[in-house]
Every structure is written in C-alpha cells, then in structure tokens.
C-alpha cells in the first residue's frame, strides 16, 4: 500500500471494533477528523465514546481485543509498536481526562510535570524548558505563573488542575487533542472558563479537537461537527446546525427532548423509555429499537448501517424523523446560529 | 399558613485544624441562612461546589447541628439529634442523596431496604407491610419481579428509584433531595425528574431540592434559592429568578449554563474561582469576581432583602437599583 498517499484527513478510524473478554462494546466505527476540526462525541454512560478514542492510541488493558483500522495521516496505528505509539501519544495526539485531580502526579510539582512532557516531547531541557513550561502555563491562564511552579497539584483548585492538564498537552505540540468529558468534573462557571478556554486553544494553534462529552450544551458551543453514540455505534452524525435544528436519528431526538431546557415555558420532559441495553444481551437489530417509538418488524432483525444522506449528514435508521421544514414546524434552535 | 418547616439565621461552623497543635481555622459553611417551604411546596437551592447547600440541606433535617439559629418543622423547635422524638420526626422528613450505591445495603434485597422504614417507624401492621412495598415500587416505576434484586443487579436510574422508594414508604411530608439525579444519564434523569414530580403532585409533599444542575431545578421547584459561599445571594419564583437574574452571581451562573445549539459568544463567563471558604472575602463574598463591584462592596456584607416582590436579593448594587425605582 503507498503510505506516502497524503490524505485530507489526519486522522481516519475504520471498522474500529472492540471486545472486552469476548463481550463487543465498539461495533465497527468509521470516523475521520480532519485537520483543525472540532469534532464533537455525545452519547450516554458505556456508549463507547472514550473506548473509541482509548482504542485509537492503545490505551486499553490487555484484555481489550482491538480490531480495525486506525491511521494518523495515512500511517497505521492499530497493532503498531508500542514505541510507533509512543512517539504518537502526547506528541501528534494529545487526551485529557474528566478528574484532573487524579490524572496529575500528587508527589511531583507542577512544573516538573510539564517540564517532564517538554523533555520528550520536544527534547527541550533546562531553562528552556522552563521558559517553555512558564509559557504553557500563561497560556492556559493560569495566574502568577512564575511563583506557583514549584506547587504541587493540591495546592490547585480542580479548574486550575483542568488547565494544567490541558498545559501538559498542549507541550507536545498536537495536531489532535482529545478532551474527555473534559467539564464534567467542575462547577457551571469555571465550566465556562475552560470551553471558553478551549475554543481560545484550539483557534490560535490550529490543533484538531475531538470533545468527548454527554452534555450537549457544551459539545454545541466548541464543536462544529458531531457524532452521536448509542451502545458502541454512531447512529448519527452532521453539523451542530443540522442534528440542533433537526435531529433525524430517534435517539439523538429522544436526547434533546429529555434535557429541561432553561429558556421559554416550562414543560414536562420526555424521557427515553427504558434503559441503555446491556452489552452482553445487545438487541439483534437496531439497538435502540426496543426503546424507539417508530420500531418495525424489520428494525428488530437487522441493524441499519451508517449511511450518507442528501444534506450531508450520515444516519443509521431505517425510520428516520422526517426532515424539519424551516419556518413550519417548531424551531429547535435560536435564529442566530442558523445564519 | 404556616410553613411546613421554617429556618432562622442558621449558622454552620466547621474548626479545620491543619496539624495537632496548630491554632483551628473556621469555615463558614452555612451563614445566616432563612427560608421557609411550604406544604406541597419545592424550593430549589442551587449553588457551586463549597457554597454549603448539602450542609443547609443537612442542618434542615437536624442531621447537623446548628450553631446558631433555629429550624422549626410545623412550627415545633427541631429537636436534637439523636432524641426518641426527633428519630420520631424522620418519619416526616427524609433525605435522598446523590449516590444510590452508597445509600443502599448491597447485601439486603430492595424489598426489604424499601420496607425497612415502615417497621422502624411501625407504620401499618406487619401483614399489609408487603403490600405498600409493592405499591411503592409500582409508584416509582419498579417491576415486581425486581423486588427480589440486590443493588448491584440494578441500573444507576433504577437504584435511584428505590432510594426514592424508601424515602417515601413512611409518607414524609418533606423530601430534601440532594443532587438526586446528578449522576444519571439524561434520558434517565428525565425519567427521575417527572417521576418526582408526579408523585409531589399525588401526595402533596414539600420538596427541597439541591442542585448544581439550573435546568433540572428550573423544572421541578416553585421557588429557587441561590447560595454562594454559606450565603443566599438571591430567591424567586423559578419563572422569574432564571429568565431575569438579578444577582451578579446569578446572572454569571445563568449565562455560563450551556445551552444545546447556542454558541457561547455574549454570555458572562466569570473570571477567577469561588474563594477559599475559610479564607471568605471581606464585605460581600462574591466582590472579588463581581463586575460591577462597588467601594461599598468590599467593606460591608450585604443583607439578603426585598428588592421587589417575590424577590429577595443580597446585593448593595440591585439595592440600590431598586430603590431607584421604586
């Protein structure tokens, strides 16, 4: 195969499958990110949002089975050598993680820590290393840089953490960061702080970011493009403005009607009935069929695959929601993003 | 009418001592704090992380001791923790917490967790205890053949539900809620939050519910509290507090909400972190982040009052907005 073939995209996921001790939780994912992009992943707890992107680099635990294709500009990822991995992981891509708190070493300051991830990233050592690190930690917005990099991380607040985990990944200089659930942890304003922050990031180094969240609030305001996850499938996947303003798929509408909504008159949710399937027992057709208010006969017996629509969007139902008509049905999205 | 439960000027004081001879710093997690709820009432009390709103929910029910003020339950003095008459109370007034797995026995089916409070309070005879058990379990949405599980056999949304179960089995005629649906899924939570208020609305009975959560407060509670660092900064109506915030910090915490399909461009994204409790600002707590702080903010604490009607807020700047127009 010429792997000098140089693709627009940079990083290309295809039939990503993964089991854990024989049960399949990732059921044959197709993904591309492009460079630059903001790439937004939404779905509920045990969908496989982070399994996919911890597939991706080899994050997982031995017993993890990883099939499939994943390839950073054209070269492959999947069963490469842990030292091809490593030369990936932190330098072309980056991840952070929802506990900050947990993923900083407690015993070691601050600055080593992102001093640590200049030295390998970048061979950087030193006062240059230093100068870098002060840099980073400016950068992310952490106040009196200076006087606070020989703190250690409970000397932080869980937001501050959050920056500084962000800091350290920033230090490899990645054309990709994944942020996992990267707000959930933290309290509504200094949410705010960090997408805010993000969005800033991702602008001025013109790194791809892929947002893995189950908030959609958030995944709306730092992404352009989104994917929705149900039971280790993308079952949708378009624009912010088309899934928004006209979600297809009956789970991401089912998602959207079941979030109260903080503006105009109050009224009683809809939920999803039921639960998420467990994996083991997964349903033999579409997985969400047995929760789906347009389930037919034929929905319970084969799967519906991911298949690209006329606007662009991909979609993977057999019944899906008719397209919205602008200026006849109910407007699911303000004006002003619609422009 | 009088209110269901009622609080004055409550006070909570934690010592924090940093090693054993070391002089103890004090936290002031709740500072004089009033409110009452109502009969069939649902008062919100939203806030971040740190700003006391489970030790008030705590000090509600007299799980925590007071250090200054009172809590009156259907205009009796709360009694003290521990005495035959305020177990007698818990009958009345229970508390849901946000982990279900922690709140439950994992070596004691759900039917048995359920039933528990009707003998401990020797509701009913023991006969017909079965049978308000299954009725609890239909209420809450639990299959019958589910009343033989463990908790670990059950989901997180379901789990949830046999807390809510328990709590409801003595008839309470309180329900202080904390963080009850935060760690649930969102077409889950939705199932929770209508479950809780259908069942408010079939038995009548008074809810204080704690959240982080504006969205899910704004959808279950009448009025809504909002605390920052031990104090309440503002309340209303739900309708009014989150469609015209008052408050900097309400404002500021409305705005920062995310809201599906809206860019974050033109919303108050406040600066700097909630302040070290035990190291509270001087004057009015939340000057420091404030954007339209004033001198006045710095040196003097502001005093929650009526800044118009159904609204009480603790800010020197609406104070005087107010006055203004009045």
């Known amino acids: 195969m010429a792997m000098t073939v140089a693709t627009a995209n940079l990083v290309e996921l295809r039939n990503l499958k993964v089991a854990f001790d024989g049960v399949r939780v990732l059921h044959g994912i197709d993904l591309d990110v492009a460079r630059g992009e903001a790439l937004g992943l939404v779905g509920e707890s045990g969908c496989g949002k982070s399994v996919t992107w911890l597939a991706a680099l080899g994050l997982l635990p031995g017993k993890a089975s990883v099939t499939g294709s994943v390839r950073l500009e054209g070269r492959e990822l999947c069963g490469s050598p842990r030292s091809t991995l490593e030369q990936v992981r932190g330098g072309r891509i980056a991840m952070i993680f929802q506990d900050p708190s947990s993923s900083l070493n407690p015993v070691l300051s601050i600055g080593r820590q992102i001093t640590e991830a200049l030295a390998i990233h970048r061979g950087l050592r030193g006062e240059a290393a230093k100068t870098e690190a002060l840099r980073l930690m400016d950068m992310v917005g952490i106040p009196d840089a200076r006087r606070r990099f020989d703190l250690y991380t409970h000397e932080f607040s869980g937001g501050q953490c959050q920056r500084l985990m962000i800091a350290m990944a920033l230090a490899g200089e990645p054309d990709l960061l994944i942020a996992d659930e990267p707000t959930t942890a933290l309290d509504a304003t200094i949410q705010a702080q960090i997408l805010d922050l993000l969005i800033r990031l991702q602008a001025e180094t013109g790194m791809a970011l892929v947002f893995i969240s189950h908030d959609l609030g958030a995944v709306s305001q730092v992404c352009e493009r989104v994917c929705v996850m149900y039971a280790g499938r993308i079952v949708e996947e378009g624009s912010v403005a088309q899934l928004f303003s006209s979600p297809r798929h009956p789970y991401t509408r089912g998602l959207f009607d079941a979030i109260p909504r903080i503006e105009g008159p109050r009224k009683r949710l809809i939920p999803i009935p039921g639960t998420v399937p467990n994996p083991k027992t997964l349903p033999k057709g579409c997985a969400f069929a047995p929760r789906c208010s347009r389930t037919t006969a034929f929905c319970e017996t084969s799967p519906p695959s991911l298949l690209p629509q006329k606007d662009g969007r991909k979609l993977a139902c057999a019944h899906p929601i008719e397209l919205a008509v602008a200026g006849k049905t109910e407007r699911r999205v303000p004006e002003d993003l619609l422009q | 009418m009088t209110p269901l439960i009622e609080a004055k000027g409550l006070v909570r004081i934690y010592a924090l001592r940093h090693g054993p001879f070391s002089r103890p710093s004090f936290v002031r997690a709740v500072e004089d704090i009033s409110l009452s709820v109502f009969p069939g009432e649902t008062l919100g009390i939203v806030g971040e992380s740190g700003s006391g709103k489970s030790t008030l929910g705590r000090m509600l029910l007299g799980i925590d001791p007071t250090q200054g003020g009172e809590v009156r339950f259907e205009g009796q003095p709360m009694p003290r923790l ?245």
């Open chain 2, 82 to 326: 521990g005495t035959p008459e305020w177990r007698a109370l818990r009958a009345k007034m229970q508390l849901v917490y946000q982990d279900p797995l922690a709140a439950l026995d994992r070596r004691q089916t759900i039917a048995t967790q359920i039933g528990e409070p009707l003998d401990i309070h020797r509701i009913g005879p023991r006969a017909s205890r079965a049978g308000r058990v299954e009725e609890l379990m239909a209420a809450v949405g639990l299959r019958p053949d589910q009343a033989g599980s463990y908790p670990h056999e059950l989901s997180g949304g379901q789990r949830q539900r046999t807390v809510i179960a328990r709590a409801l089995a003595a008839r309470p005629k309180l329900l202080v809620c904390d963080e009850p649906v935060s760690a649930l899924d969102v077409s889950i939570q939705a199932q929770v939050v209508n479950m809780l208020s259908d069942l408010q609305e079939d038995n009548g009975i008074a809810m204080i519910f704690i959240s982080h959560d504006l969205k899910v407060v704004r959808n279950l509670a009448d009025r809504v509290a909002v605390m920052y660092l031990g104090r309440i900064v503002e309340e209303a109506s739900s309708d009014v507090i989150f469609q015209s915030p008052r408050h900097p910090y309400t404002k500021a915490l409305v705005s920062s909400m995310p809201i599906p399909g809206k860019k974050l461009e033109g919303r108050v994204i406040l600066q700097g972190e909630p302040p070290n409790p035990a190291a509270r600002p001087s004057g009015c707590a939340f000057h420091p982040r404030c954007p339209v702080a004033r001198d006045i903010c710095r040196t003097s604490t502001p005093e929650l009052r009526q800044v118009e009607k159904g609204r009480t807020a603790a800010c020197h700047v609406v104070a005087d907005n107010a006055a203004i127009a009045a």
